[in-house]
């Protein structure tokens, strides 16, 4: 599709939103009843979303149980909204019957103290009243989050409960065209954030002004709904990657990347790095290890293809004993780094020397995932970068267009 208009208008088929919806509940039913459950109950925000097409505060989505949603068999998904904010959804999704939205009996991980117990007691009663009602009580019951409360809670109720997250990441891990259309609208969001930060950028800039002036512009566009980080690290903050950002002063030949992780337009997230040099020009060092993390980088992009599998990728990038002499691959953990991206950062597939050269999965088209690399000198300099792509038939399609070849040098003396 590749039209990139985010407002609808009737003169072009752009994202339909319709299909879109009906597409994600339709594919995590199938997964549901493909794992032999009569029902689903979902508390991780990107499962109820997906499921229900419905938005909540950003402060209920970290919190599993505030709110959730329930999906039973051939019915309609009922939703469990935290408090009196499902008047607001029945107003806004009429795509949800209005009898299945609910308020939410909450205990907060535990938080609620002495009263956890009571109150998850009406949750599982109210679970099981849904279940009567959809014909599939005594079913097992597939759930994504599970406490101890819940636990105990389960087995006086006599509920049978097994793993509902395995089924909700296949759906999500295949999207269709609208899901791919909105990735393409995240990484042209993307292409001009970066943009903006190579025009913003400049010695005695900090690393925090660099984060405000990019969460700014993009909370500008329609559609954002959060910014989860924009990692701004610089000079010895590279390397090791704290992936975090801090009020240092950045100065003239400093290495600085910029991450977007996450911006979500419409539910769907980004991940993105680029690197640059500010006030000056890299280094001969400098550019060698970007050379060799952008090899890395392209050689394992170009082992994606349908059929092939998260083995043949993670295949390409060097041990971390033998490039940083660590003695496991669990100590480098994110350095060369491959993940799923959709309503959530960890869609399938995550790919990394860790588990994908023993445990290898499949790569099928409509897979969208991002794959990173990153180098560097411990404490003086590092760099890292990230593309993000769209698995199809018969070639990969690459969704992050800001330069790449080399470091960005930005405003050299």
């Known amino acids: 599709m590749a039209n990139f208009g985010i407002a609808g208008v009737d003169w072009q088929e752009r994202i339909n939103w319709e299909r879109l919806r ?37 402060w209920c989505r970290l919190k599993p149980g505030l709110r959730y949603a329930l999906l039973c068999g051939d019915g309609a998904p009922i939703l469990f909204e935290q408090g009196d904010i499902g008047v607001q959804i029945k107003r806004h999704c009429p795509w949800l019957p209005e009898e299945n939205i609910r308020y939410s009996y909450a205990w907060i991980k535990g938080a609620a103290g002495t009263a956890a117990q009571e109150q998850v007691r009406k949750f599982t009663n109210a679970i099981l009243e849904e279940m009567k009602r959809h014909n599939v009580a005594g079913e097992k019951l597939g759930v994504d989050f599970m406490d101890i409360n819940m636990i105990g809670a389960f087995e006086d109720a006599g509920v049978t409960w097994q793993d509902g997250m395995s089924a909700m990441m296949e759906a999500r891990a295949i999207k269709n065209q609208d899901e791919q259309e909105c990735m393409r609208i995240v990484g042209t969001i993307g292409d001009a954030a970066h943009w903006k930060t190579m025009k913003f950028l400049e010695p005695g800039r900090t690393e925090n002004q660099v984060t405000a002036h990019i969460m700014e512009y993009l909370y500008s566009f329609p559609g954002m709904e959060d910014v989860e980080d924009v990692i701004v690290s610089s000079g010895p903050n590279t390397w090791p990657n704290w992936r975090n950002f801090s009020d240092r002063i950045i100065k003239p030949g400093d290495i600085t990347f910029m991450d977007l992780a996450a911006l979500t337009w419409n539910g769907y997230k980004s991940c993105y790095y680029r690197t640059y040099c500010v006030g000056g020009h890299p280094t001969q060092e400098m550019k060698d290890y970007y ?107 690459i969704i992050s267009n800001f330069p790449v070849k080399e470091i960005t040098v930005v405003d050299p003396l």
């Open 22 to 58: 009906t597409y994600r509940l339709e594919s995590a039913r199938a997964r549901m009843k493909a794992h032999g459950l009569g029902a689903m109950l979902c508390m991780y925000d990107e499962n109820v979303r997906y499921l229900t097409a419905t938005i909540t505060p950003g």
């Open 291 to 397: 050379s060799i993390a952008l090899e890395w980088l392209y050689d394992s992009i170009g082992a994606v293809k349908a059929g092939a599998t998260t083995r043949e990728i993670a295949e390409k990038w060097p041990s971390a004993k033998e490039i940083w002499g660590y003695e496991e691959e669990d100590q480098a953990a994110a350095n060369l780094w491959g993940h799923g991206l959709g309503l959530a950062q960890y869609d399938p597939p995550v790919i990394s020397r860790i588990w994908s050269l023993d445990h290898p999965i499949e790569i099928k088209p409509g897979m969208v995932f991002a794959l990173e690399t990153q180098h560097g000198k411990p404490l003086e300099f590092g760099v890292r970068i990230e593309e993000m792509l769209i698995v199809h038939e018969d070639h990969t399609e």
